[in-house]
């Protein structure tokens, strides 16, 4: 069975959000990834991005980002973000924490995912070495401790390699909570800017949305990986890139070189 691709917001940044889902859908995908900025988004906006899913009959995988900032309580900003997601029918959510204080990340976590479930959707704690949930462990902590059977953790190929981990630690979660994952390709070690041997957070933040490129471009353990996850898990395209940016301007030809790219690596992996 093949695995449903979807177009990552991220792949697009300087587009309006409803230009991102018609961009899947004339690109050749069956689902596409959201980008809600809740500072900007009306209602107007919402209806744009529903009458684009609508017209190209696609899945809405995945909305992002909400931000776990100070505090017990999830933010007034966070609760909007999942009322749209609920009512674009998404069905993800991706939660970071920029919170050093584990316990309210767990406070706020277990309240998102019941947020999230009374909205229709799984509420997916993402692992980020630019975040305060830097590796695959401590979100394995959080969720496993906060037991709440509607979270799970986002896998990121990239993320994934920076914090350390293997597909075999992926491979030994438990299978619900991995719904869905993000693919994409890049260097096997990422080299620090300033030749020091360290990576600085500059480093990851340049890594993660300029450094990528697609399955099979680059030198992460992808055939592994694949392996690890459920059979079949739909794949969000999480394709930020400097040179696919600068390569092709137009949404429609950036989106479908980065699925066509994609799925030579993973017909190449299947028949391996």
Same mark, same amino acid.
């Given at each position: ?94 939660i970071v924490s920029a919170n050093p204080d584990m316990l309210e990340t767990q406070l706020q ?33 959080? &969720? ?18 920076r914090c350390g981990a293997t597909p075999a630690d992926v491979f030994a979660l438990p299978r ?12 096997? &070690? ?7 041997? &360290? ?39 999480? &394709? ?18 980065v699925r066509e790219a994609t799925e030579r690596f993973l017909a190449m992996a299947e028949s391996?």
């Amino acid at each position: 069975m093949p695995h449903l691709l979807s177009l990552a917001a991220g792949v697009l940044p300087e587009f309006p959000p409803d230009v991102i889902v018609s961009a899947a859908a004339q690109a050749g995908y069956r689902a596409s990834g959201i980008w809600c900025d809740t500072g900007t988004w009306t209602d107007a906006t919402t209806r744009a991005v529903a009458a684009q899913l609508r017209e190209g009959a696609l899945l809405p995988l995945d909305i992002e980002v909400i931000w776990i900032r100070a505090g017990r309580e999830a933010s007034d900003a966070a609760r909007r973000l999942i009322g749209i997601g609920g009512e674009l029918g998404a069905r993800n959510v991706l939660i970071v924490s920029a919170n050093p204080d584990m316990l309210e990340t767990q406070l706020q976590f277990a309240q998102l995912c019941e947020l999230a479930q009374a909205a229709g959707m799984r509420a997916m704690l993402e692992l980020l070495m630019i975040a305060e949930v830097r590796t695959l462990a401590q979100a394995r902590a959080i &969720v496993e401790t906060v037991a709440h059977p509607n979270g799970g953790i986002l896998v990121d190929a990239l993320h994934l390699q920076r914090c350390g981990a293997t597909p075999a630690d992926v491979f030994a979660l438990p299978r619900a909570w991995l719904p869905y994952a993000q693919l994409c390709d890049g260097p096997a &070690v990422l080299a620090p800017a300033a030749g020091t041997g &360290v990576p600085t957070t500059n480093d990851y933040l340049v890594d993660a949305i300029d450094g990528r490129s697609s399955a099979g471009e680059g030198g992460l353990p992808l055939g592994a990986l694949l392996r690890a996850l459920p059979a079949a898990v739909p794949l969000s395209l999480e &394709v930020r890139s400097r040179h696919y940016r600068e390569t092709y301007p137009d949404p429609v030809a950036r989106a479908r070189a980065v699925r066509e790219a994609t799925e030579r690596f993973l017909a190449m992996a299947e028949s391996h």
